[in-house]
């Protein structure tokens, strides 16, 4: 599986983004996803999971209210839209792969990751 994370820029504070992340594969509906970030100096940390079908999503505390994540399968993309963003929201954001369907928080339970996209939140 490749994936593409897209999507990401300089915001002020209060600001929006969607950031997207394309599969590759045709078994892409077949597999639950998450977004990661990592802030310089930081380990990398959770921040959404979504399930195979989309009907279960999960959210960090520190994201929730505020960011969605979403998948379109016909198009094997997930989104993930951040609103009200702070400037702790500065990382670098990964998209990343569950081959099992669980909701999962540790970076060791994905098994395939894209390249990350960079957020910068200006205050």
């Known amino acids: 599986v490749q994936l593409q994370a897209s999507g990401g820029g300089l915001v002020q504070a209060g600001g929006s983004l969607r950031l997207s992340c394309a599969a590759s594969?045709?078994?892409?509906?077949?597999?639950?996803m998450g977004w990661f970030r990592q802030a310089p100096g930081k380990e990398r940390e959770f921040v959404a999971f979504?399930?195979?079908?989309?009907?279960?999503?999960h959210y960090a505390d520190s994201v929730k209210g505020r960011f969605t994540i979403s998948r379109y399968n016909i198009k094997t993309t997930v989104y993930l839209q951040m609103d009200s963003l702070k400037p702790e929201d500065t990382a670098v954001y990964y998209c990343?792969?569950?081959?099992?369907?669980?909701?999962?928080?540790?970076?060791?339970?994905?098994?395939?990751w894209g390249q990350g996209t960079l957020v910068t939140v200006s205050s």
């Open positions: 990343a792969v569950r081959t099992t369907g669980r909701v999962a928080t540790s970076e060791y339970e994905y098994d395939f």
């Open positions: 594969g045709r078994t892409f509906s077949s597999y639950a």
């Open positions: 979504i399930s195979q079908s989309g009907v279960v999503t």
